[in-house]
Structure formats: structure tokens, C-alpha cells
T-cell receptor, first 116, second 116 residues
Framework: DVKVTQSSRYLVKRTGEKVFLECVQD?????MFWYRQDPGLGLRLIYF???????EKGDIPEGYSVSREKKERFSLILESASTNQTSMYLC???????????????FGPGTRLTVL | AQKITQTQPGMFVQEKEAVTLDCTYD???????LFWYKQPSSGEMIFLIY??????QNATEGRYSLNFQKARKSANLVISASQLGDSAMYFC?????????????FGAGTILRVKS
């Protein structure tokens, strides 16, 4: 079974802190993704990575950065956390699809981040 | 721009009855895929069903079927014989083919409650 794990289920941080959210997948997937989920907005893509050290901005990258030093690990960084970054953060991974529209993404359990 | 619209914030269904969750999409790409995911209260995202834009037949997976009407740009999920365990948030998503892999665009979701 594909397994995507995230470092924390719940996290509470203070405004201005630097926050690291870690995601690890064990299926040798090329692609990895970070989403945030907010009520009424669904999931929105923050960043994705298609290879080690490669990254692309998603739809809402402002206030976030990412790091992918190893294929299995994709980190989301909040350089200076703010209260409007309180949200559920979901990591996902998938194989490289090579032009096919079928590309199931496998999700981690999510991290509920609260910024006070 | 690609967009997914789920117009039903919440739905109720009686146990053992069928229910349809609506999804409309907007894209000008000829190649795309449509996914449905289920998110129980525990938070994990569970893949349910996929339909490719070139697929001639509607997708089915057990009690789930996808009513794909390409001309109307709709991809409704039909759950037959609802069970209490079907109570969850349901997301419709569209895959967008990119050079280095696909990204998913999600709708806002529909909360389904199954009544006994």
C-alpha cells in the first residue's frame, strides 16, 4: 500500500514563528504536492515538486516555501507564520503521468495547524 | 481557467437510498480527468472513482458511478444503496496535464449525511 505520512496531526504555533511541515512517501513517487484545505474553498495547491530540488508554484504560494532534498521527502515551510495560515495542510504524492490525465494522488492524513 | 463547481454544500440521504452529488467543471483542454475523493471525519482523502475525458463509458466502482455528461461539462457522483459509513465530505477534482505531471483542481466539497 502507498503510504504518505505527515510529521504531525496537530500543531500550534505563534505568529512570527518559522514552521516546518514534513511529508514522507514510501512509493518512489516522482511528484509531491502540498495543499491547504479551508471550509467552503476545498483544497488549494500551494506548491508541487516533480523531482528532487525541483519545485513549481501552485495557486496560493504566497507566504510559503518548500524543500525537496530527497525523493521521498517534501517539506512545507512557513517563514513567518501568520494567523491567516491557520488551516488543514495535506500532502500528496503521485507517479509521473507522462501526459496521461489519469494520475491518482495519494494523500497523507493532514496536519491541522493553528497559528495564535 | 480551469474550475470545479460543487453547488451542494450539504446533502442528506436516507440509508439504503441512492444519492447524486453534483459537479460541473470548466476547461478548454481536450484531455483531462475527473476524480472523486471521499474525506471522512478522520481527515484522510480516499480515492473513489476516475473518468477520463476520452472515455466513452461512464465509470463505475462498486456502489459508486460517475454520470459523465461531456457536453454539459458535468461529472456527478452517484452513490447507490447509501450506508451510514458514507457520511463524509466528498470532493470532485479535475486533473490538468502539465509537462512534469498532473495537478488537481478541487471543488469546495459536499458534506453528505446518511440518516438511519
Amino acid at each position: 500500500d502507498v503510504k504518505v505520512t505527515q510529521s504531525s496531526r496537530y500543531l500550534v504555533k505563534r505568529t512570527g514563528e518559522k514552521v516546518f511541515l514534513e511529508c514522507v512517501q514510501d512509493m518512489d513517487h516522482e511528484n509531491m504536492f502540498w495543499y491547504r484545505q479551508d471550509p467552503g474553498l476545498g483544497l488549494r495547491l500551494i506548491y508541487f515538486s516533480y523531482d528532487v530540488k525541483m519545485k513549481e508554484k501552485g495557486d496560493i504560494p504566497e507566504g510559503y516555501s518548500v524543500s525537496r532534498e530527497k525523493k521521498e521527502r517534501f517539506s512545507l515551510i512557513l517563514e513567518s507564520a501568520s494567523t491567516n495560515q491557520t488551516s488543514m495542510y495535506l500532502c500528496a504524492s503521485s507517479f509521473l503521468s507522462s501526459g496521461s490525465s489519469y494520475n491518482e494522488q495519494f494523500f497523507g492524513p493532514g496536519t491541522r495547524l493553528t497559528v495564535l | 481557467a480551469q474550475k470545479i463547481t460543487q453547488t451542494q454544500p450539504g446533502m442528506f440521504v436516507q440509508e439504503k437510498e441512492a444519492v447524486t452529488l453534483d459537479c460541473t467543471y470548466d476547461t478548454s483542454d481536450p484531455s483531462y480527468g475527473l476524480f472523486w475523493y471521499k474525506q471522512p471525519s478522520s481527515g484522510e482523502m480516499i480515492f473513489l472513482i476516475y473518468q477520463g475525458s476520452y472515455d466513452q463509458q461512464n465509470a463505475t466502482e462498486g456502489r459508486y458511478s460517475l454520470n459523465f455528461q461531456k457536453a454539459r461539462k458535468s461529472a456527478n457522483l452517484v452513490i447507490s444503496a447509501s450506508q451510514l459509513g458514507d457520511s463524509a465530505m466528498y470532493f470532485c477534482a479535475m486533473s490538468i496535464v502539465m509537462e512534469y505531471g498532473n495537478k488537481l483542481v478541487f471543488g469546495a466539497g459536499t458534506i453528505l449525511r446518511v440518516k438511519s
